[in-house]
């Protein structure tokens, strides 16, 4: 690991700011679109997370205490069943 102020830590912030720069301008994570959102969340709570609430700002979770899953067929995210 590069020791803050000397030449090689300079040359890695250098480096971690061009990196960064080039990451934004080629693969740039806009807002997600509100579908792939609910379609995520749907997924999730299928597979047993529970949305209960928020805290601070962000949702809480946690995993339900069923042990038996609910099936995709229940509910698909996506309308495609496996």
């Given at each position: ?27 740039s994570?806009?807002r ?5 959102v ?21 949702p ?23």
């Amino acid at each position: 690991m590069a020791k803050r102020n000397t030449a090689e830590g300079d040359r890695l912030d250098v480096l971690v700011t061009l990196v960064e720069a080039w990451e934004r301008k080629h693969y740039s994570l806009s807002r997600p679109r509100r579908v792939t959102v609910d379609v995520i969340r749907r997924a999730l709570e299928i597979a047993g997370v529970e949305f209960i609430g928020e805290n601070g700002g962000s949702p809480d979770v946690r995993l339900r205490q069923s042990k038996k899953p609910r099936s995709y067929k229940q509910g698909s995210p996506t309308g495609v069943h496996p």
